[in-house]
């Protein structure tokens, strides 16, 4: 099989030719791979994050998750929001500050993300204060697509299929883990507005469902090979009930609009996430999930997630990715990639992966560790077993 192809059919939990590899590398050290500041990269688009992304795939021989790295680039048509940046260096901190104006016909809103020369922006100023007064002011900030930059996606497209890696893009989905990252104060001021003013977080989620449900339109139009939902953090910023209420009705919808089209999907949610597996294979057409994070980041035992659910949804994951990928010798990647391939391997539907972004600094022996692993000792027999794990245990 192709990379591609063995991506793919993995994602659709079946059994490809081998255990795919796919470490979550999707930032930190695509554009440490660049030599730039990270502003370069982020605010002022040198080179293009994706096309870091394949490049740093490459380099370490792995399968590509290309759409971490990849959004749906639609058209608005006609938009009255005028948004104007600049930036300013603060010395203190060696970063690249953007100040943001947003103005809309229902008044401005002002955002501050502050870039470090070797990490990715981090917001210090959001542009929700106050839900009850800004989020009709937020929604002109998403207004409804009416096409797609086709000039873009079949650019993305061509390059990932001229590297054999599948091109897909990433959709996010409602909830408490994608609205923290707009709303002043975070998850505080949300939980406070499900307490005294649900009515405009469920105004807040049906606006997103609207407008996900057009953009999924247009992404089943384009024929990628798959696509992602991103939420990191659907569990760990909110919890089951919440996620629930508002973000699975979404994943339902949007997940089914993809099957319908052929399309294997799968989603990325950082930190715990073992209800969400449940919420996922039950409620919705989900394929896959990633990046299952063990304990202290998440709530995931690989192989009794696998026993339980494995009949049900593909897995991607699950390597610590400071105790192990960065801070571990090649020897415990080795072994905890064996383990990884040992409890969720068996039966195709894995792509051995990490944690949630492996860091800045982790070794590039650990990295082709990894992938080394997968090759040697992750190739399928006729009944779906790995034989080079199994003898390896015994």
């Known amino acids: 099989m192709t990379k591609?192809?063995?991506?793919l059919v993995a994602t659709r939990n079946?059994?490809?030719?081998?255990?795919?590899?796919?470490p979550d590398m999707s930032n930190y050290i695509p554009c440490k791979r660049t030599g730039l500041p990270f502003w370069d990269v982020y605010f002022f688009g040198h080179v293009p994050l994706w096309k870091a992304y394949l490049n740093a795939v490459d380099y370490y021989g792995a399968e590509g998750w290309a759409a971490s790295t990849m959004g749906l680039p639609v058209t608005c048509g006609n938009n009255p929001v005028e948004v104007?940046?600049?930036?300013?260096?603060?010395t203190s901190r060696d970063a690249m500050v953007q100040h943001v104006r947003i103005r809309t016909p229902d008044g401005d809103m002002t955002a501050t993300n502050v870039c470090a020369r070797f990490d990715p922006p981090s917001p210090v100023e959001k542009p929700v204060k106050?839900?009850?007064?800004?989020?009709?002011?937020?929604?002109?900030?998403?207004?409804?697509?009416?096409?797609?930059?086709?000039?873009?996606?079949?650019?993305c497209r061509a390059e990932c299929h001229r590297r054999d890696h599948g091109y897909g893009f990433s959709i996010s989905y409602p909830g408490f883990h994608m609205w923290s990252s707009f709303a002043q104060g975070g998850v505080e001021p949300l939980a406070y507005a499900f307490m005294d003013t649900p009515e405009l977080l469920d105004q807040w989620m049906e606006?997103?469902?609207?407008?996900?449900?057009?953009?999924?339109?247009?992404?089943?139009?384009?024929?990628?090979?798959?696509?992602?939902?991103g939420g990191s953090g659907t569990i760990t910023l909110?919890?089951?009930?919440?996620?629930?209420r508002y973000a699975i009705p979404a994943l339902a919808k949007f997940s089914a609009i993809a099957k319908k089209a052929g399309i294997p999907t799968n989603l990325h949610s950082c930190g715990k996430s073992r209800s969400l597996v449940d919420l996922l294979a039950d409620e919705t057409d989900i394929d896959c999930i990633n990046p299952l994070e063990i304990a202290p980041m998440g709530d995931i035992d690989l192989a009794e997630t696998k026993a339980a659910?494995?009949?049900?949804?593909?897995?991607?994951?699950?390597?610590?990715?400071?105790?192990?990928?960065?801070?571990?010798?090649?020897?415990?990647?080795?072994?905890?990639?064996?383990?990884?391939?040992?409890?969720?391997?068996?039966?195709?539907g894995f792509i051995l992966s990490t944690g949630d972004q492996c860091g800045r600094d982790t070794p590039e022996e650990n990295l082709f560790t990894l992938v080394e692993t997968a090759k040697?000792?992750?190739?399928?027999?006729?009944?779906?077993?790995?034989?080079a794990v199994e003898e390896y245990f015994k």
């Open 4 to 7: 591609r192809e063995r991506f």
């Open 376 to 387: 040697q000792y992750g190739t399928y027999d006729k009944t779906g077993r790995l034989p």
């Open 207 to 229: 606006m997103d469902i609207e407008r996900g449900l057009k953009v999924m339109e247009f992404a089943v139009a384009a024929k990628p090979d798959y696509i992602t939902f």
């Open 84 to 90: 104007d940046s600049h930036y300013t260096f603060d």
């Open 130 to 155: 106050d839900i009850a007064k800004d989020l009709k002011k937020l929604k002109w900030l998403f207004p409804m697509p009416t096409g797609l930059d086709m000039q873009t996606v079949e650019e």
């Open 14 to 22: 079946l059994v490809p030719d081998r255990v795919p590899v796919a």
């Open 309 to 348: 659910r494995g009949r049900d949804i593909a897995l991607m994951g699950n390597l610590h990715t400071t105790d192990v990928m960065l801070r571990g010798t090649p020897a415990l990647v080795k072994q905890k990639a064996l383990e990884a391939m040992r409890d969720a391997g068996t039966g195709g």
């Open 238 to 244: 909110a919890s089951p009930d919440l996620a629930r």
